[in-house]
């Protein structure tokens, strides 16, 4: 595995000249919740689907994995 050197060389900070005020202004990215975004991951034998309900991982489950485990290998938000 590669590794980062205890010590990284400096460089000057450089203003950002591209980015204009609009974009700074009204960025592309936001913060979400889990009620705005719920999100599931079915994280079944390194699966990793994304999926927005409970209710599609199970039926995801049922059809791709055969299984209708609902509690185990599922990631989604920290409540
Ligand atoms: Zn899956």
């Known amino acids: 595995m ?3 050197p205890s010590l990284l060389p400096s460089k000057p900070a450089l203003q950002d000249t591209t980015s204009t005020k609009d974009e700074v202004d009204n960025p ?4 979400t919740t889990p009620d705005e975004t719920p999100i599931f ?8 689907r994304l999926l927005p309900t409970h ?5 995801h489950r ?9 509690e185990s290998s599922i990631i989604t938000w920290n409540t």
């Open 55 to 59: 209710k599609a991982l199970m039926a």
């Open 28 to 31: 592309f990215g936001k913060a």
């Open 41 to 48: 991951i079915c994280a079944f034998e390194e699966c990793y």
């Open 2 to 4: 590669a590794s980062l």
């Open 62 to 70: 049922k059809k791709d994995h055969q299984t209708e485990d609902d």
